[in-house]
T-cell receptor, first 112, second 111 residues
Framework: GQQVMQIPQYQHVQEGEDFTTYCNSS?????IQWYKQRPGGHPVFLIQ?????EVKKQKRLTFQFGEAKKNSSLHITATQTTDVGTYFC????????????FGKGTLLTVNP | SQTIHQWPATLVQPVGSPLSLECTVE??????LYWYRQAAGRGLQLLFY??????ISSEVPQNLSASRPQDRQFILSSKKLLLSDSGFYLC??????????FGSGTRLTVV
């Protein structure tokens, strides 16, 4: 079945440093989504990418979808303590049943 | 606006006891509904999903079952809990091929 790999598993940064997490799928995706889960909380939807090579920005966050629609990245510029949490990518394949396969996530900790 | 309710927030159950977790969605109709489980420090594992009343698809054969008795109600059940059923159970919905909205989750500890 479809697998979504995400690296790194953990990332610790100093406040103000940049952060990137990468996501790779074993199959071509119809879309990819990113979620953030704060410690003790539930995942919250951040964004969906659909088009090959698509790049979207949300303030300090930049999301990219690869040309082959099998990989994606999330880049945070100048991290803040509020960025702490686990970032998950989730891929959807084609077909009539819409279900997401989640990566294992990257836990980001930020040292103030 | 749409909201999703999931309860209880925490649950401690003995091995061999039954389980019933409920999830309801308000403000929408015919949502796609999902049950995920998250083990400590790990990713999200899809357990069941439903595209309509009475329609349940199981992703992982295990000690759990799901039902959708009403359009906006999704129930996760077990007849006899195992220690390995412990985890963080999350219900989610989407109107279609869009992002999921998750409930606040149930932390289940089987003792």
């Amino acid at each position: 079945g479809q697998q979504v790999m995400q690296i790194p598993q953990y990332q610790h940064v100093q406040e103000g440093e940049d952060f990137t997490t990468y996501c790779n799928s074993s199959t071509t995706l119809s879309n990819i989504q990113w979620y953030k889960q704060r410690p003790g909380g539930h995942p919250v939807f951040l964004i969906q990418l659909v088009k090959s090579g698509e790049v979207k920005k949300q303030k300090r966050l930049t999301f990219q979808f690869g040309e082959a629609k099998k990989n994606s990245s999330l880049h945070i510029t100048a991290t803040q303590t509020t960025d702490v949490g686990t970032y998950f990518c989730a891929g959807a394949s084609g077909g009539s049943n819409y279900k997401l396969t989640f990566g294992k996530g990257t836990l980001l900790t930020v040292n103030p | 606006s749409q909201t999703i309710h999931q309860w209880p927030a925490t649950l401690v159950q003995p091995v061999g006891s039954p389980l019933s977790l409920e999830c309801t969605v308000e403000g929408t109709s015919n949502p796609n509904l999902y049950w995920y489980r998250q083990a400590a420090g790990r990713g999200l594992q899809l357990l069941f999903y439903s595209v309509g009343i009475g329609q349940i698809s199981s992703e992982v054969p295990q000690n759990l079952s799901a039902s959708r008795p009403q359009d906006r109600q999704f129930i996760l059940s077990s007849k006899k809990l195992l220690l390995s059923d412990s985890g963080f159970y999350l219900c989610a919905w989407t109107p279609g091929r869009y992002g999921y909205t998750f409930g606040s989750g149930t932390r289940l500890t089987v003792v």
